[in-house]
């Protein structure tokens, strides 16, 4: 395990959906990285309407305002990792593959959170868009993140099983993303168990379950924790370990602020040091 020892901070940037509410998106996300220690810097793909008991619908950028706001960032800032999460039109994958391809992006490591639908149910990406996020956007991940419905619509498959997360994780990686976390916390049993796909190395990540009720923001929450950790240069096995330890924790601290889900993007201290990744409250 390596990390930076600069005291001048990474730079991650959250290419990611506007959550008003501040449970998930790019409030999350910013909230996560600013835990860590990196200075989070943020590109907004759509802007969505919703609170913590319902999704109410969203205005989505277009390309050209995506990148409009992406290259003045790079111009003046070196960015050590990036995470995309709600991209809901194939205009807004491909412009984000395009700065991947293009940018000095292309140099950062990418984590691909292949966000499908909201807490509440409501879609987030059009069929086009998910399509073009299998051939143009997951063969430029460092990592894909997703949960369990999300896998299942991304590879077509049903998922019932340890042996189906693992199978869905190689089939994402043949569609060309380097490595693939398939998180099992949708599934049934008192433990929530993840595997993550790194170029064929399997590990599995086994946590208790957290009886937190209804949250909110999760993914983005763990996602944003992986770019943290690569940005500050873990080994991606070591960066997934830390970011479910950062979520756990953040699902014993849940609490509701509003009348519906709880979001888990608490105020969790990280602290690095040269015995390695303490998360508070461990």
């Known amino acids: 395990m390596t990390q930076q020892a600069s005291n001048t901070p990474p730079v991650v940037l959250a290419v990611a959906g506007l959550d008003p509410s501040g449970g998930a998106g790019l409030v999350a996300d910013v909230r996560t990285l600013a835990a860590f220690g990196c200075y989070a810097c943020a590109a907004v793909t759509s802007v969505t309407f919703q609170n ?3 999704y109410y619908g969203a205005e989505h950028q277009s390309a050209a305002s995506l990148r409009a706001q992406v290259l003045p960032v790079l111009d003046d800032l070196k960015v050590a990792a990036w995470k995309t999460g709600m991209l809901p039109t194939r205009e807004i ?3 984000v593959a395009r700065l991947a391809r293009e940018t000095s992006l292309r140099d950062a ?16 990406i059009g069929g086009d868009a998910l399509a073009a996020l299998r051939s143009e956007l997951l063969p430029l ?28 994780a190689r089939m994402m990686r043949g ?5 693939v976390l398939v998180k099992g916390g949708h599934s049934a049993g008192a433990q929530a168990v993840d595997v ?6 399997i590990t599995y990540f086994t946590a208790q379950r957290v009886d937190a009720g209804e949250t909110h923001g999760t993914g983005c929450t763990l996602a944003s924790a ?11 096995d070591d960066a997934v370990g830390v970011a479910k330890r950062f979520v756990t924790e953040g699902l014993r601290r849940a609490s509701r602020v509003g009348h519906g889900a709880s979001p888990v993007s608490q105020a969790v201290a990280v602290e690095f040091t040269e015995r390695g990744v303490r998360v508070a409250g461990e």
């Open 52 to 54: 913590t008991a319902g």
């Open 93 to 95: 994958v491909e412009e």
């Open 109 to 124: 490591p990418l984590v691909v959170d292949p966000v499908v639908r909201s807490t509440t149910g409501s879609d987030l």
């Open 141 to 168: 991940a460092r990592v894909a993140t997703p949960n369990v419905p999300e896998a299942e619509r991304i590879t077509g498959m049903k998922i019932e099983s340890g042996d189906d997360l693992l199978r869905a």
């Open 175 to 179: 569609m060309g993303a380097r490595a």
């Open 196 to 201: 993550l796909d790194d170029g064929g190395e």
């Open 226 to 236: 992986i770019a943290a950790c690569l940005a500050r240069r873990l080994a991606l």
